[in-house]
């Protein structure tokens, strides 16, 4: 005796049906390229290449926060002055294209960190990115 396969059948295209009908395609992901830091993305040259803005927050002695600019100088207390600050410096580029790159000391709090994210996004950066902690 053999046990009847039609309904088995019906069953296996019911559910091959129901998988086709249920799966979305999409396009595959692509590799993004990456060079090193030291190295020019082809078709640029080296000097075409623009070292990133680093903003470093620490605490201040009063215990607020000072958004320093590694390397520069510059330095502010309040997220307006940050602010206007990083505008001038988008000006003086003549680029949004330049990376801003905020990284805060251990000991401040995420909201002053996320304060500076969304001054250099406010400010018309494009790219814009959270450096780990610094001890």
């Known amino acids: 005796m053999q046990p009847p396969l039609t309904p088995m059948i019906d069953v296996t295209f019911q559910l091959l049906l129901f998988f086709l009908l249920a799966t979305t395609f999409r396009q595959a992901e692509g590799q993004i390229p990456a060079a090193a830091a030291h190295e020019a993305p ?21 215990g607020g926060v000072l958004y320093e600019l590694r390397g520069t100088g510059l330095a502010w207390k309040d997220p307006q002055e940050l602010y206007a600050g990083l505008v001038a410096l988008r000006e003086s580029f003549g680029s949004d294209q330049v990376p801003v790159i905020v990284r805060p000391n251990w000991d401040v709090a995420w909201s002053n960190v996320v304060e500076a994210f969304n001054q250099a996004l406010r400010a018309k950066f494009r790219n814009v990115g959270i450096h780990s902690a610094a001890r």
């Open 42 to 62: 082809a078709g640029l040259a080296q000097q075409d290449v623009v070292k990133p803005l680093v903003l470093s927050l620490r605490r201040a002695a009063d």
